[in-house]
């Protein structure tokens, strides 16, 4: 039995997409393995949850931030004035900070994570420190310490780019400025890295396109969503209305759901159905907007919990994606999707995105890309997909066989052989 120790930002009870697919990593390997978890914890205290031992962290500034949210955080209107002002401060102090800083890196906070380990490791020897990017700061403190401690193993797991993150770096000319820094730093990383596994987008990233040095370390899969899902039936939502369901976030500069609510126009007397949207992020006032063209056809839930939104998905007729502008970056709700073998139906808006390969193989899909000059056209197919696939749904196993490598035992299994070899 190894002892590991996973980085990650956010964790239970607070998930962040990221941090709930290393979760569902996490709970497979922690019935072969001892697991720690380093995280955003402004109690900065050792707890424990579900056999998993949580070590919190937290810089002076996101202490200050949560204290200053707790103490003024009540519903008043002069507390929420000060809150709104200290809040904008603290903001333009870090906003300024990250300009005119060398790199997009949190020092502080990678000073918090290598404490963290440091602590972990004298209460009982590291083998394998597992850290999950985003964020970053937790692969720079892996490092620092595998170079002072080269009798452990490091392997990063990667959701996402950070040399090449298109959001990241706030600016274009701050990404191009900080550029060569960050890829040596990055590349140094991986040199010391035992095993790296990536999703599979990051391919694409020309840290390993432009650069094979890596290949051999490379472990290379999906979001570890698949899971076969606990399936419940809302007896009361069955009828001759089709349930077309989205869950997500939805921000006008990343993922906008402007050109799926044209098409929904176009075929609002041609079909009844109700669009039930459970979002969250900058494009509310979007949707607030076409309301007045579809009445109680479009119903806004808003941001709701993990097990509401899993509840919504289970109950849905035709599930709906919307596709990232983003061209390096996949979100894992579509695997969450496939888990449930519901009709997908994805808008995207460029040929690079990986979710129209993703969905090649599955049975159940349409694929539109957002063109105002075929929108007719599109609508005329959407409806038809409609009509023809609401209901219908793909056994759990038949996904599982086509999607193995987003089950989270795939990526618990690859660290499991990895130390198996090692202990040889």
Same mark, same amino acid.
């Given at each position: 039995?190894?002892?590991?120790? &996973?980085?990650?930002?956010?964790?239970?009870?607070?998930?962040?997409?990221?941090?709930?697919?290393?979760? !569902?990593?996490?709970?497979?390997? #922690?019935?072969?393995?001892?697991?720690?978890?380093?995280? +955003?914890?402004?109690?900065?205290?050792?707890?424990?949850?579900?056999?998993?031992?949580?070590?919190?962290?937290?810089?002076?500034?996101?202490?200050?931030?949560?204290?200053?949210?707790?103490?003024?955080?009540?519903?008043?209107?002069?507390?929420?004035?000060?809150?709104?002002?200290?809040? &904008?401060?603290?903001?333009?102090?870090?906003?300024?900070?990250?300009?005119? #800083?060398?790199?997009?890196?949190?020092?502080?906070?990678?000073?918090?994570?290598?404490?963290?380990?440091?602590?972990?490791?004298?209460?009982?020897?590291?083998?394998?420190?597992?850290?999950?990017?985003?964020? &970053?700061?937790?692969?720079?403190?892996?490092?620092?310490?595998?170079?002072?401690?080269?009798?452990?193993?490091?392997?990063? +797991?990667?959701?996402?780019?950070?040399?090449?993150?298109?959001?990241?770096?706030?600016?274009?000319?701050?990404? #191009?400025?900080?550029?060569?820094?960050?890829?040596?730093?990055?590349?140094?990383?991986?040199?010391?890295?035992?095993?790296?596994?990536?999703?599979?987008?990051?391919?694409?990233?020309?840290?390993?396109?432009?650069?094979?040095?890596?290949?051999?370390?490379?472990?290379?899969?999906?979001?570890?969503?698949?899971?076969?899902?606990?399936?419940?039936?809302?007896?009361?939502?069955?009828s001759n209305v089709v349930n077309l369901t989205y869950t997500g976030a939805l921000y006008s500069n990343i993922r906008r759901?402007?050109? &799926?609510?044209?098409?929904?126009?176009?075929?609002?007397?041609?079909?009844?159905?109700?669009?039930?949207?459970?979002?969250?992020?900058?494009?509310?006032?979007?949707?607030?907007?076409?309301?007045?063209?579809?009445?109680?056809?479009?119903?806004?839930?808003?941001?709701?919990?993990f097990a509401d939104a899993q509840l919504a998905i289970n109950n849905a007729d035709i599930l709906i994606s919307i596709g990232?502008?983003?061209?390096?970056?996949?979100?894992? #709700?579509?695997?969450?999707?496939?888990?449930?073998?519901?009709?997908?139906?994805?808008?995207?808006?460029?040929?690079?995105?990986?979710?129209?390969?993703?969905?090649?193989?599955?049975?159940?899909?349409?694929?539109?890309?957002?063109?105002?000059? !075929?929108?007719?056209?599109?609508?005329?197919?959407?409806?038809?997909?409609?009509?023809?696939?609401?209901?219908?749904?793909?056994?759990?196993?038949?996904?599982?066989?086509? +999607?193995?490598?987003?089950?989270?035992?795939?990526?618990? !299994?690859?660290?499991?052989?990895?130390?198996?070899?090692?202990?040889?």
């Amino acid at each position: 039995m190894a002892n590991i120790v &996973f980085l990650l930002g956010e964790y239970y009870p607070n998930f962040s997409a990221t941090s709930k697919c290393a979760d !569902n990593v996490i709970r497979e390997i #922690k019935n072969k393995h001892k697991v720690s978890v380093i995280c +955003y914890d402004d109690l900065s205290n050792l707890r424990e949850h579900d056999n998993i031992n949580i070590i919190g962290i937290a810089t002076p500034l996101m202490k200050l931030k949560n204290w200053i949210n707790h103490r003024y955080g009540a519903k008043t209107r002069g507390r929420k004035s000060i809150l709104t002002f200290v809040n &904008f401060i603290l903001r333009l102090i870090g906003f300024l900070g990250f300009i005119f #800083k060398k790199n997009s890196v949190n020092s502080s906070m990678v000073r918090k994570y290598y404490s963290a380990i440091k602590l972990c490791d004298s209460k009982e020897k590291i083998d394998v420190i597992i850290p999950i990017c985003f964020p &970053f700061e937790g692969l720079i403190a892996a490092y620092q310490f595998k170079k002072n401690n080269n009798t452990i193993s490091m392997i990063p +797991y990667l959701f996402d780019p950070f040399t090449d993150n298109e959001t990241l770096h706030r600016f274009s000319w701050l990404k #191009k400025l900080r550029y060569k820094r960050h890829e040596k730093l990055e590349k140094e990383i991986y040199k010391y890295s035992d095993k790296i596994i990536i999703i599979n987008h990051m391919l694409k990233s020309p840290i390993f396109m432009q650069n094979n040095t890596f290949n051999n370390k490379l472990v290379v899969t999906e979001h570890p969503v698949l899971m076969n899902p606990k399936q419940s039936i809302n007896n009361d939502g069955k009828s001759n209305v089709v349930n077309l369901t989205y869950t997500g976030a939805l921000y006008s500069n990343i993922r906008r759901p402007t050109y &799926f609510m044209e098409m929904l126009k176009l075929i609002n007397s041609k079909i009844g159905f109700q669009m039930n949207m459970y979002s969250f992020g900058d494009c509310e006032g979007i949707l607030n907007g076409y309301q007045k063209d579809f009445n109680d056809k479009l119903v806004l839930h808003g941001k709701v919990p993990f097990a509401d939104a899993q509840l919504a998905i289970n109950n849905a007729d035709i599930l709906i994606s919307i596709g990232n502008t983003i061209k390096n970056q996949t979100p894992s #709700k579509i695997f969450e999707y496939i888990s449930f073998g519901k009709p997908i139906v994805h808008i995207y808006s460029h040929n690079e995105d990986i979710v129209v390969d993703t969905l090649k193989k599955y049975p159940l899909s349409l694929c539109i890309k957002q063109d105002k000059n !075929n929108i007719n056209e599109n609508s005329s197919r959407l409806l038809m997909f409609c009509k023809e696939n609401a209901g219908k749904r793909i056994p759990f196993k038949q996904c599982m066989e086509l +999607y193995y490598d987003a089950t989270p035992k795939f990526v618990a !299994n690859q660290i499991d052989s990895f130390i198996k070899k090692k202990t040889e």
